[in-house]
DNA sequence: CGTGACCTTGAAATACATCAAACCTTGTGG
DNA sequence: CCACAAGGTTTGATGTATTTCAAGGTCACG
């Protein structure tokens, strides 16, 4: 509970987006092994049925800043993301950016495929990542022959609906620094309750999240580290003052204390 | 196209929101006369099963303003909405309130008591509604029984993850005019396109929806009403220059016109 | 015909965006 | 290995969109 030892590993920060060349080690294809089974779409489906699948499912290794794929193309297959962090974006018509969901580990993308015909979101890899891609003739087919699927792909809609509800209420009730605020401690929570997580969004994906400039979020950072709320070094975000940033995500504003 | 006849019916509008006895004449309670089973979730279900629902379901007539049931409360029935508009909401920590989604004939409502425990959100009747009540048990059986109701699950719920997401999208990239001449090209889209539909939302809840305050969404009314962009009378809203909404939702605002 | 809910309008305050420039940091090529 | 280039971050000055506060106006209903 009281300072813990520091998370996971600091993953790499992109600096420009490479074209990324999907560099697919190809080390263990085998779905029976995956290490995210048990969080995936498949943990209710039973050994044998895993067994019989025959590997339908492609890993895949990409880097940071990679275009999984992007919104309004035609949906050929769905993702599950074994490790790493991806974002799905929308661009409104004036051309800004909306990221919609963060994903993390377990998280599964591009599954509306199943029902339309295009994908909703850009998908773009913020850290290196590792997923399996998996056909959407597959994964249809599964559908028909394992009811349980179903259930799982339900279940994961009303994970998804409700995460963008909550970022529909940030955006539509809270101010900037409410809003960051927020965010910082959910990401935080996401990230095992640790003092210390990595950040891998710049300050200009932070506000596409937020609904604010780079500026305006640079600003608050900058405030925040001077007041000691928390401090910043090579993508780590430690934070010092829970209390402080519990208090700004309710209410307060930065001019105001 | 153009020009066409008065939409339906001027949904009377609620002056202070009744505490709403469920006013429930039983009329018709078939299921298999209902007239939006086409569209409801048993669109899929075949006769005979329908049949042997032995109506299950409860239809009820409620007056506007009356609360169907709340966030946070034990889900015990999910609804269908036969006639009227219901808005779901949610309450910020800061006691702000944020529409989530509004619905319409045909759409259900509750079926997150299939996941959780709690009713995500607040339904709440903008307009007289007559409902269809559909207790948890009845529906999760039935779930069991005809998987074919999970696919009609499960593209209800890519709709209202598309609709939320469009929120979150107006939210985060636009600004007041943008978003409430986009919501009122969606609403009169929503209404059959006619140049003219009821509005049922207030100034208030008009906010609450785009995440703007009551002043700042009547003095655009007011400034578009000025220009003959539109006209109002009596809830219901007339659409006179749908091209400068457009422009206006793409990107203008109110000073620089 | 008064009362309560809702809507409108104005003036002032403020939060955030915009514009502009300097500063870091990190990968790269000489 | 250094220095530069490029992307990202910080900071300041200024503008403006939107909120907040306050008051008056309208409409429907009892």
Redesign the interface.
């Known amino acids: 509970m009281l300072g813990a030892e520091d998370p996971a590993i600091p993953h790499r920060r992109r600096k420009h987006a490479l074209p990324g060349r999907p560099v697919a080690p190809q080390m263990d294809n085998d779905c029976r092994r995956c290490p995210v089974r048990g969080v995936s779409l498949f943990g209710d489906l039973p050994d044998e049925v895993v067994f019989s699948l025959n590997n339908p499912a492609e890993h895949l290794d990409l880097p940071a800043g990679h275009v999984l794929y992007r919104e309004g193309a035609a949906a050929n297959a769905a993702f599950t993301l074994k490790d790493g962090v991806i974002k799905l974006t ?1 661009t ?3 051309g ?3 990221i ?1 969901r963060l994903l993390t580990r377990g998280d599964v993308m591009g599954a ?1 495929g ?3 015909l295009a994908y ?1 979101h850009t998908a773009t890899t913020l850290t290196p990542v590792q997923i399996c891609r998996l056909p959407l003739p597959v994964l249809k087919q599964l559908q028909a022959e394992h ?1 349980t699927l ?2 799982a ?3 994961r ?2 994970v ?3 995460q ?2 909550n ?8 101010k900037a620094s ?1 809003r960051l605020a927020t965010f910082l401690l959910y990401w935080r929570a996401k990230n095992g309750h640790y003092p210390s997580m990595p950040l891998p969004l710049s300050r200009t994906e932070t506000g ?4 604010l400039t780079v500026e305006t979020v640079s600003r608050f950072f900058a405030d925040w580290k001077r007041r000691g709320y928390l401090s910043e070094k090579a993508g780590i975000i430690h934070l010092h003052n829970l209390e402080a940033l519990e208090t700004l ?3 307060e504003s930065l001019s105001r204390i």
């Open positions: 929308r409104a018509v004036n800004r950016d909306q919609l509306e199943l029902m339309g909703n009811p179903n259930h792909l339900l279940a809609w009303a998804a609906l409700q963008v509800e970022l529909a209420l940030e955006l539509g009730t809270k409410e596409e999240l937020l609904g995500s309710g209410s």
